[in-house]
């Protein structure tokens, strides 16, 4: 399969001097689900958020379907947005806004500032809403508001807007951390399952590296900013853990 | 038993140094609240016993005065409740204007969106300020001279001086937002616009109405003196009946004060109840 996100050479300094990603090199190709592990603070959040520029990068290139987005101008980059789905940590609904309202909010980036003004969103934006409302299994609670519905319930929400923008890729950052065991599970297995429904490739951070091992098909490991590992989940032993995480028992 | 000099040396050093210090202090703050009564002192004699016609006053003649007030003149009562309605509805579009003008002001001044800047939030702050530190009876007089007397002025003074308060509690919540929903609006692609009505505008609009409903909530007040300066409303009524000397007519007009303001107190607490 051909690569859709092509990473090369990215890093990111902040403003208080740190060098948190020190030169970054991976591909995503379109049937990957790749998950990114590593211990806290080695910058995958960071990586996640660089591709769709939110944060931004120093240097480096990030080609999407060929084209560097470091170089996209503001509206350039706010329709390339438009092709990466994100999925959060935090779920990030707005609060007050019913669930079907919050997936809606995944057409934003097609729908102009007036219409939006009066969330007149298109007779197909609403049946799609309501298709993959169906489809994350949330049909019943289409019209409650979104902080009333439990932590797994708003994640899937979070999948339904990512969904609805059409996307051709999805960014995943630490979407289970939020969750009790049980409900991580599930939503990691809906993520699989939808990425193959919808033919999207996957590149999700996460720091459960047995939700890692289980679910996706390719891992990246992160340490201190610098890529220690890339393979397959089988390649992942002991070994490679104890390097990524710099445990102290070897 | 004294301890060795070597134990003295270190501990008793750091607590001489401490006790020092605490007497120090002790005598500033005696200090200070001889100063501060003192010039509580001064300022009773400056501007109270020195100012006041203390002959003037004895407790037949504060009787007297207070007596005048009893008599309600029930008779103007009639008269009243087109200046009454008039004095709500001032407050009424005078919140509306203020409402409708903090918008823009509120994201001026609200630093993390402000469109230019440091600059932009400057100049929003300014207008805050502006607002909220001249007097409404000022911001009345000043419209008076512009617009002519009538409940235009007093329109106009209440909705300026209501922008101070809406738009810099709007502001600091705006700053206060819970920076997720952002990131997320942004990450769909969303324009800036977009953004703020999405990821910012749910998230205040609970303050912003709650706000809202307490400046009508003071604004009915500040509409029933509005007319003291020719801005329409009770005020008006009040002024002439005093200029007339007629206490029982001022006493009516108070009471139908009164009144006005325990109705808006209880329409207030009702919207807030059915909004939040």
Redo the contacts between chains.
Sequence with gaps: MSAILEVRDLRVRYSAGKEVLKGINFTVRSDDFLAIIGPSGSGKSTLIRCV?R?VEPNAGEILFEGRDLLRLGE?EM?????N???I?Q????????SVIDNVL???????G?WR??FRAYTRDDIRNAIRLLDRVGLIEHLDKRADQLSGGQRQRV?IA?ALI?DPKML?VDEPTSSLDPKIAREVMGLIREIAREFGVPVLCNIHDVNLALEYCTRVIGLQDGIKRFDGAPAEIDKRVLADIYAMETL | MRAGAADLTAYDLHADQISAWRNRSRRMRYGTYFMVAALIAWSVEAIVIGDTDWDRISWASMFKSARQFMDVDFSILGSLLTPAIETALMATLGTLLGLVLAVPVAWLGAANISPLGKFSYAFGRALMTMSRSVHELVWALIFVAAVGLGALAGVLAMGIRSIGFISKTVAEAIEDVNPGPVEAMRAVGANRFQVLLFGILPQVIPVFIGNVIFEWDVNIRRSTIMGLVGAGGLGLALHRQMSAYNYGGVATVLLVILLLIIAGEIASYLARRAVI
């Design positions: 769709n939110l509206s706010r329709a390339a947005r438009r990466i789905g994100m959060f935090e779920f990030n609904l707005i609060e007050r806004l909010t995944g057409r934003l980036g097609y729908t500032t939006s003004l979070g807007r923008q960014l």
